[in-house]
């Protein structure tokens, strides 16, 4: 199973990975995903990188005629290397590396993974948290135990195409479990539980979504369908 960004192009996606498009959803003060269209099923398929096709999430070739520059920039540093927080709490750490897709679901109905975090001598504040943290799509929260042990189960691998109506936008591909991410240049980025990769094409740390699908309000044409 393998996700191979092409130069300028799509990410073409091998292994049947299976495709789901879902829906970011508001339900009480948390969120979940919940299911939308119905994609079509394939061995080896082809998606939109560059935020033009109109065949979405699928490629059409839109990137060639915009001419889509898919350039590559963020850091090819492992996780472990770029994180920028730790929250503490008496029997947990919440890392963070800030590389966030503005999906929510570090928000709870209990409050937010880090005052959770911080308070996980209370069971439900715990599993709140933790529960909070596996739910990140862009894999920017890991929560561990002391010894430094994911506190989450490795992810059945799936590709997720979201749509956030909330917003009023359609958001990012999630990537989930642990799928390679090869870089155009042959690298592989290193492999996660979860990942969010930019579909809108107007990411600043490519291929990863960076959220500007919110403020550039990208509509994939699906945004509303049924």
Known sequence: MRITITKNGPYV???GIPLREMIITPEGRHYILTEKRRLPQAEKYALCRCGK????????????H??????????????????????SGATMLLLDDDRC????????DRGDVWDLTAHDSDNQDR????EAAKSCPAGR???????????????EPEIIIMQDPEKNCSAGIYVKGPIAVESADGT?????????LCRCGISENKPFCNANHIDGGFNDGHLMAT
Do not use: Q
Not at 66 to 87: C, H, L, Q, W
Not at 127 to 130: F, G, L, M, V
């Open 53 to 64: 096709s109109r065949n979405a999430p699928f490629c059409d070739g839109s990137h060639v």
């Open 13 to 15: 996606v091998s292994g």
């Open 101 to 108: 897709a503005v999906a929510r679901f570090c928000h709870t």
């Open 188 to 196: 592989v980025y290193e492999i996660r539980n979860r990942v969010t």
């Open 127 to 130: 599993e709140a948290a933790i």
């Open 141 to 155: 929260l890991v929560m561990v135990d002391k010894d430094g042990n994911p506190l989450e189960e490795v992810f």
């Open 66 to 87: 915009s001419k889509f520059d898919g350039n590559e920039t963020a850091s090819r540093r492992p996780y472990s290397e770029r994180i920028t927080d730790v929250t």
